[in-house]
């Protein structure tokens, strides 16, 4: 399980609604969700999202310009994290793949390319809006 101990109030505010809901929210999304709660300023969102990012309890979707609450807790000691994406009903999955992990970085150390992060959506159709 996931510690969420050491979160500050906002942080563990930020961190449930996004636990709560089954697609990813947009900053301002979760600023409106939380208003009743105190939460008022984007900036007290962004500033709880960052360090929720840092622990690695939350992801940001860079194609969506969304977040999602991590959905497995034991992937953090992977680097690259990957997301499938439903353009139909918003689910996400995310998921880890150590080969794909070790040919990107194979490619990134061969071209001495610094890399900051790395970012793997694959938008499309999931299977149960397909069918
Ligand atoms: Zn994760
Ligand atoms: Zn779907």
Redesign the pocket.
């Known amino acids: 399980m996931i510690d969420t101990t050491d979160l500050t109030r906002n942080q563990d505010l930020v961190f449930k609604a996004l636990v709560d809901a089954a697609v990813p929210l947009s900053a301002y999304t979760i600023l409106d969700r939380l208003r009743d709660s105190g939460l008022r300023a984007p900036l007290q969102v962004y500033r709880a999202l960052n360090t929720l990012c840092e622990k690695?309890l939350v992801?940001r979707l860079e194609s969506l310009n969304a977040f999602v609450a991590?959905?497995?807790p034991d992937?953090?000691r992977h680097e690259t994290?990957a997301f499938a994406i439903c353009d139909q009903c918003n689910q996400v999955s995310?998921f880890s793949d150590t080969e794909v992990e070790a040919r990107l970085d194979a490619w990134v150390r061969g071209r001495e390319f610094r890399a900051e992060r790395t970012t793997i959506e694959i938008r499309g159709t999931c299977k149960g809006c397909a069918g």
């Open positions: 690695g992801h991590c959905a497995r992937c953090h994290v995310e």
